[in-house]
């Protein structure tokens, strides 16, 4: 976009008259525009479509070592998973916490959901313990599930003091 594009904006009042005073609504001087900019933006593409490229060649050049068909199910059900599962849930807890929480203890209480939520699915597979032998005792010899249960404990205790803080600083202020 050039100067010459710039002096010829139109004015956008709907993005300021949606929520008067809203610091995340757009300047209505300079309304939202597309990815039509300058054409170099369009170079910052080409490393992810290179990347997914590659990736793509060297599963289908993997022979015998990738078995496609569980991998594609993989693909599928974790898409399906994220779909029908994750975002559903994630969009209801920002409702309710919306309607719960005061809003300076919003942002502590979804970095803390989310960092809770992402250690517990990164830690699912050790805890469920699937390849486990009883005759190996160096497999998971600690509590993993307890573990985890204590990690995200301390995560969401921070959260709330976090929001506890905010929350009594922004009282305070008015």
Do not use: C, Q
Request: aromatic fraction near 8%; proline fraction near 9%; hydrophobic fraction near 55%.
């Amino acid at each position: 976009m050039s100067l010459a594009d710039e002096s010829d904006r139109v004015v956008d009042d709907r993005a300021a008259a949606l929520v008067p005073g809203d610091p995340y609504a757009s300047d209505p001087a300079r309304p939202a525009t597309s990815a039509r900019g300058p054409w170099w933006r369009w170079l910052f593409l080409l490393p992810g479509l290179l990347a997914v490229g590659y990736g793509a060649y060297g599963l289908l050049t993997a022979g015998e070592r990738v078995p496609l068909p569980a991998w594609a199910t993989w693909f599928v059900g974790s898409a399906l998973l994220n779909d029908l599962v994750v975002a559903p849930l994630w969009i209801g807890l920002g409702w309710l916490s919306a309607k719960i929480l005061p809003r300076p203890a919003r942002p502590a209480a979804v970095v803390g959901v989310a960092v809770a939520g992402v250690l517990t699915l990164i830690a699912l597979p050790y805890v469920l313990g699937p390849g486990a032998r009883s005759d190996n005792s160096s497999f998971l010899p600690h509590d993993i599930g307890r573990n985890v249960l204590l990690i995200d404990l301390a995560v969401l205790l921070a959260a709330a003091v976090w929001g506890t803080v905010a929350t009594v600083r922004a009282r305070r202020a008015d």
